[in-house]
């Protein structure tokens, strides 16, 4: 028997779970729960052990998770922090926080995506997206090439691009690395839909850069060569861009209108509706576009790419991160997506399925923290930032030993 087959009784536990560890001041929140000591609980789902705790505590706004060769757990916040933890151990010591210069955080903006090279251990080199001050009053969303010095101090090296000017929220900076070493970044509308449907703006695209141009450009790349770069487009908040542990294929988290959000898996060329459509529900246009609003949407209608999965209109999602579980511990969710769902505060699990993923579990249901950023450790372990009132900390989910 499982939970999953009596969800009375799971969802019951749960807020046992969570008055017991409040008390027991084990600041452990975990899905489901059997109490099996001070500062862990586990869960079985779908015949699955899951078993949580926290690693790092006294974070501020947690909006990257990402990991170093040698194990080093880095963590950005969206004031510009980026803070380097020796290990992904418990309590492990920090080696170093940065403070990236001129970091605009505003809203839901600021240092919003976090990601290595794949040749990090001879170059260290690390790519951030964040909106910053341009110093004449204005910010702008940025694209960067940071620098990790031995000691973890970390300096900006460049600016890669110039991607729009920022607003306090539809930024995008979803950031990521391909299989190839090439960086992936996605650029929101910045509020202003009708800009996606044209090729001469990066509004609204993901755009891939080159490996070796992004390793070795010494100043920001001209919007008119940047636009060479748009791989895909019809984004509306392209916040969370990710891949299989391969780097192959690519998966690009959308925010959508009234919380209906979308994972999509990135093909060239590719048109993911907006904003003609939100996942599969049609978007209306605003007043003054009429006939040419219309006219394009009936013109990409027939190419236009339905999302892998999409929550729907009624739910409140709020991606905030995902990742992909591998490996025999994870026994049936092998292969899966757990996805980190702020809005709702729960995890989710989506399966592959024939086309795409199908959600099969919502994990930490009624819990009072909202789920961030999340990544995967080197052993395979999903870490996810979670924020209980202003405080953030890291938690460790894993099958149980």
Known sequence: MTWAAQPGVRQALTVIALVVGSALGAGVLVAGGILVREGAVFDVADGTDLVAYPVQSGLREPSAIVFAPNGEMIVAQADGTIDVFASADAEARRLAATQLPDVSARGSSGLLGLALDRDFGANRHLYACATRDSGDGESLTQLLRLTAASSWEITVDTVLVDLARARPDRNGCGVAVDAAGNLIVGVGDARNPRTVFSRRSLLGKVLQIPAETARSAIEPLPESEARHHIVATGFRDPRVIGAEPAGDPVYVADGGPFGIDEINRLVLDGDYGWPCVAANEPSSAPPSSGATWERRCRESEATRLPPDWSASAD???????????????????????????????????????????????????????????????????????????????????????
Not at 364 to 376: I, L, T
């Open 315 to 401: 739910r409140r999602i709020g991606i905030a991160g995902f990742a992909f579980l591998t490996g025999e511990r994870w026994g049936p969710w092998d292969g899966a997506m757990m996805v980190s769902a702020g809005a709702a505060r729960t995890l989710l699990l989506l399966e592959p399925a024939e086309s795409g993923f199908v959600e099969t579990e919502a994990l930490f249901e009624r819990s009072p923290w909202r789920p961030g950023p999340m990544a995967v450790g080197p052993d395979g372990e999903v870490f996810v930032a979670v924020t209980t009132g202003r405080t953030a900390s890291i938690l460790r989910v894993a099958p149980s030993d």
